[in-house]
């Protein structure tokens, strides 16, 4: 039975005059454009000046930030007043102060005397401003302990090395979490508008009066698309690996593994859904919500640990939260299943529970 | 198991909320028997008829369809039917064929039979060539024939017929009644509900459904005598004449 089952859902897929080739373009879509559009690296951050020094150490201190290439210089004087009346006004996101003794007191190495204020309207765009406004200010005082050997007091004394993604790449860390986006997608959304439109044409009729096994007729509904999920990544990894030239740390193996314990998930949410929709519209709504709470409480976006408890207690019902660390785990660390039995845990009791609801709450008899 | 009759159906009650679908109603249809089931849109036809296929579960009453429960044994039930509904239901992105292989497939056929009827079964309906079109591009006349050799495609006991002949030509639906025919001449019981009164003089007994009860039940000869009518029209509007509620 599963065999007939199985050739009706690949015909199908294949006949669809837009399936196969959405397939085909979302993996591509995903790698090629959305790496660049989702950075966070910033750029262009409007910086005001208020210079009451006018000396030459500080005008090398504001070149320094300038040429850094994150800021953009919108005033350069000595009017408090005029930066703050910019960045009320939205035209300055950042404000670096200067004080009168600067140029003495640096050279002196008794003090550094600099103020910063960002506007935080904008958090992301806050919060790196002054990080990198203090990079700028660090790099410069490295400079010129380098140059005079004098010792000029540090402004801050941090010391950061990142493990795993040492550059920071962004792209690179982004990579795997749009995976995930691309494979949650998909599996959610095809099963469960497969049923529905198989309602909509009154199909399902005919096969709800056979005697199917509901375990057959969903799990035949499934496995086509953990083909078309395995197509997505394996296009994902080489497309990452062709054109950024990233490869996964971990063994590709593993990918799969976790990709096949989502794929149960999601595609038991979605053959739920469908089961209590009467038409697309309903099923799509439905599945677009989940998706979207999915993804911004997964930590793909925002890390988890920075929300409120409560939250937190949320996202262990998010199948996204544990794949995306499984993926990120695997392909920037090298971690393996054992190391993240969390995760593996998390998924298979979310699909246990997915599936069972699906299959429980198909009715061949109303 | 009775071997007698192939559906007894004994004070079936179908509500959803406050509205009552099937109000009460009883009947018995022998085996090999052609048994018409008439009545206003809306008069409860369908969803009786979905009941006896294991597709609804009834409010309350009992009833066997052969030889099966209908609130416990659906899935029994439905191995030894078939169901023509009212709406094309078969695949219409999968060829005439390829329909024909998966509902052999699901009924557990093997690969070969199924090869075997599906040749027979395109030599039957005269449209060997169109084995490879798509059902979708079928005109309504051979789809309905399609659906119906499919549905008899595991040589069920009973079949289902929901309105198997709405809108074709007159001379489509005669044929179809040919093979109605010969299927009954084989055995199988079916069980067949039409608008159309001159289909119901074919029938060997027909039941007409007033809002959800049985008004009237005998063979076409039967009633046009007890309702002193010339033929079966006369005869269906006196009795779905005395219908209360509104579609």
Known sequence: ????????????????????????????????????????????????????????????????????????????????????????????????????????????????????????VNGTKGSLGSQYIL?????????????????????????????????????????????????????????????????????????????????????????????????????????????????????????????????????GLGLLISNYSSNAQQAMFVIWFFAVIFMLMSGIFTPIASMPQWAQYITYLNPMRYFADAMRAVYLKGSTPAELWYDVAGLAALGSVMVGAAVASYRKTE | MNTEYAIRIRNLVKKFGDFTAVDNISFDVRRGEIFGFLGANGAGKTTAMRILCGLSRPTSGSGTVAGFDICREQEKIKKNIGYMSQKFSLYPDLTVRENIRLFGGIYGLKDRTIREKTEKMLEMLGIRDAGDRFAAELPLGWKQKLSFCIALIHSPQIIFLDEPTGGVDPETRRRFWESIYDTAGNGTTVFVTTHYMDEAEYCDRVSIMVDGRIDAMDSPAGLKKKFSAGNMDEVFRTVAGRAVREE
């Open chain 1, 135 to 267: 990079q700028c200010v660090r790099s410069y005082v490295g400079e010129k302990n380098a140059a005079s050997g004098t010792t000029v007091p540090p402004a801050a004394d941090i010391s950061e090395k990142y493990y795993f993604n040492p550059g920071m790449d962004y792209k690179l860390f982004m990579i795997p979490a749009l995976i995930v986006i691309a494979i949650t997608m998909i599996t959610a959304f095809l099963p469960a508008l497969n049923i529905v439109s198989e309602k909509e044409a009154g199909t399902i009729e005919q096969i709800n009066v056979t005697p199917v096994s509901k375990t057959a007729f969903i799990a035949c509904k499934m496995i086509p698309y953990w083909a078309i999920a395995f197509f997505i990544l394996t296009a994902c990894l080489i497309i990452a690996w062709a054109v950024f030239g990233y490869t996964s740390r971990g063994s590709v193996l593993w990918l799969y593994l976790f990709t096949i314990l989502d794929i149960i998930v999601m595609a």
């Open chain 1, 1 to 120: 039975m599963w065999k007939y089952l199985l050739e009706k859902e690949f015909k199908q897929f294949f006949r669809d005059p837009g399936l196969p080739r959405m397939a085909l373009a979302f993996p591509v879509l995903m790698m090629l454009v959305f790496p660049f559009a989702v950075s966070m690296d910033i750029r262009n951050i409007n910086l005001a000046a208020v210079d009451n020094c006018m000396s030459e150490e500080s005008s090398r201190l504001i070149e320094k930030c300038t040429s850094s290439g994150y800021f953009r210089l919108v005033y350069h004087g000595q009017s408090a007043d005029e930066a703050m009346r910019l960045m009320d006004n939205n035209k300055a996101d950042a404000i670096i102060t200067i004080m009168p003794g600067f140029d003495r007191e640096t050279v002196s190495g008794s003090g550094f005397p600099v103020g910063i204020k960002v506007n935080t």
